[in-house]
Structures are given as C-alpha cells and as structure tokens.
C-alpha cells in the first residue's frame, strides 16, 4: 500500500512537471527516491535554518554539474546536521524553465535525530547521499540555454522565499531565511541584460554601477529587510581572467547591495 501511494505521488508530480514546463513556469523534478524522504527521521529541532538555494547553471558538463554539487553540498549537510529548510531553485538560462527540486522544496525540515549516535552518523550520511544523489540527477537533466538568465533568477529571490515555509510548532521567532546564490556571474548573458559585462572593466566602482543599473531600472530589488544573499563562485565556465576578476567585484556588490540588511562582505575580485 505505501508503494502504491508513493508510486502515485510521483507520478502525480510527474504530471505537474510536466503541467508547468508546458506554460513556462516552474518545473519540478520529480525522482522516486524523493518519497522515502531519508532525510526526515527523529524529533524535528526546536529551530531550523531557512535557506533558498538559487543555482545559476551555465554550462551542463559533467565538470561544471561536479562544481555546483561541490558548492551545494555544505548547506545540505548542515541542513541535515542542525535541521534545516532548503528550497533548491535551478536556471538553465535563458529560454529554459526553471526547475525546484522534489527533495529540496522548502516545505519541511531536512533533519535525522536518532538516540544511537553510531546509527545516527550512519543515517545522517546516507541522508545527506540521497539528497546528493537528486541534486545532481537534477543538474544532469536541467537543460542549458546558450544565455545565462541569472538577472531574472536573483529577481525571482523575494517570490521564491516565500515559499520556503516556516516549521510547524516552532516556539522561538525564526532567524530571517538566507539566499545562496551559486553563479559563476561571468557567463554571456542576452543582448540588453543588465548584468552584462561586455566592455566593462575588471573594477569595483564599475561592478557597483552595474548592480545600481540593474536595481534603478527594477530588472531586480533588494531582498526583504534581514535576509542575507551569499554569492557563491564555482568554475562552471572557461573564462578570461578579466572576467573572472569581474566577477568577484560583481559578487561583493551583489552582496552589499542586494542583501536585506547591512553586512561585510568579501572583495572576491582583488
């Protein structure tokens, strides 16, 4: 009975992929795997971490996916580790859906609690490879566009955090949610982007002016008052070291500017 009922969940979320993809709204990933949920066992933690995960994949070489998982993997084990809520939101491009893991929607906490500390580690391993295992079957299915759509990503932040929900039951008032966003930030992206760097040189002030353009002309805003934005850099691409520097300047703004409350953040282009 409990395989008939999660062979029909996954394939009812097979049918709203499906659904989704055909009006060019969200897709969600659907992997059977996901219904045996190993990631939930034990007590749920008096308090969860609330964490929006944006992945910007310009590239899908084997490579490039290994990179993104690399990134992704701490955020996952210390949502399983602590206990966490992660929603896990990925971009293709331009011209390509985007796409929300099965496992990591946002809707329940990711936590393993179990009184036998050797079972625990045990279990909290095979936890964390399970979720592994759908983010990169994820990433290995995600299509890529020839144009990188990471404007409009970090502009559907403020609608996707809301649907990372809150735990049921918690007493204690939740610390604000934090965005990741994973990006190599220098990939091509559509002609009239803001986030062009074509012609731009390698330079703070100039990686400051472009994150300015792109919130004065509204093609993004500011996350809500308290969430942080984290930029996080895989190598997805090969890229000039021009660029590359850029990049890191671009990063630093992005957090400076586009984070929901006053912070320090790194000079990743120095």
Known sequence: MNALRAAGAWLALLALSVLLTACGGLSVSAHAHCEEKPYV??????????????VDLSSNREAARRAVAEAI??????????????????????????????????????????????????????????????VEALLAETKVGRRSDVTNLIAQARDQLAEVERPEGQETKPDPPQVILVSDLDSPVARGDCMSLKGL???????????????????????????????VRPELTEADSNASRMSGFLAASLCLRVSGRERSCPNLGA
């Open 73 to 134: 993997r701490p955020t996952i084990a210390a949502a399983i580790e602590e206990g966490g809520v992660v929603r896990l939101v990925v971009s293709g491009g331009s011209g390509q859906p985007m796409q929300v893991s099965s496992c990591l929607d946002g809707k329940e906490v990711l936590h393993t609690d179990y009184k036998n500390a050797t079972r625990e580690h045990n279990e909290r391993d095979a936890a964390i490879t399970g979720v592994e295992g759908d």
């Open 41 to 54: 066992a034990g007590d749920e933690p008096e308090s969860a971490r609330r964490t929006l995960l944006l």
């Open 201 to 231: 040189p390698a330079s703070e002030p100039a990686a400051k002016a472009l994150v300015k353009r792109c919130i004065d002309l509204h093609q993004y805003r500011p996350l809500p008052r308290g969430v942080e934005l984290h930029v």
